[in-house]
């Protein structure tokens, strides 16, 4: 099923990139690039290349953190953060066969060939499963363990503005 999924995708994709490509030109006095591609999460990991699995491996498009060092985590972000030329060397070594960390990393992502964009700064977090589902819960708890243990305030400080 993903095999289908994953080839119509392609299918939809490539004829879309040759006329963005066009448009980045100009055409007929217009001229439009693409800066960010919004959508769920598992949808922007298999456009950008990165692992379509959240519970095993290299689970970030963001940073580098492995799925095993989660429960660890105390929120602040210590895992390298994915930058366009770490990216970009991964990639390459993919693509030449080389042995290369690749932290996940499954395929060079075909919107960068876009003169304007890049998968690991144009594709923003997903609304509907980071807000809307409550995982940003869980990272407002995390900066604000980080907040506390750096002395900003104290729980029973922040409980009590709460009740205010």
Not at 23 to 52: C, T, W
Not at 138 to 144: F, K, R, W
Request: proline residues 2%; aromatic residues 10%.
């Amino acid at each position: 099923m993903s095999f289908v999924y994953y080839h119509s995708l392609l299918q939809v994709l490539a004829p879309l990139l040759d006329d963005l490509l066009l448009l980045e030109k100009g055409v007929d006095g217009i001229q439009a690039g693409v800066l960010i591609y919004v959508g769920d999460n598992l949808e922007i990991h298999d456009i950008g290349g990165f692992s379509r699995c959240f519970n095993n491996g290299h689970i970030c498009r963001f940073c580098q953190i492995h799925y095993d060092e989660l429960s660890q985590s105390d929120g602040y972000i210590r895992n390298e953060l994915w930058t366009p030329e770490i990216y970009d060397n991964i990639c390459r070594g993919i693509e030449n066969d080389e042995e290369v960390q690749n932290f996940s990393l499954r395929e060079r992502c075909i919107m960068n060939q876009l003169e304007c964009f890049h998968a690991t700064k144009s594709m923003p977090p997903d609304l509907m499963h980071d807000v809307l589902e409550g995982v940003i819960v869980n990272d407002l708890h995390g900066v604000l363990k980080c907040l506390e243990k750096d002395g900003w305030f104290t729980v029973e400080q922040y409980n009590v503005q709460l009740r205010y």
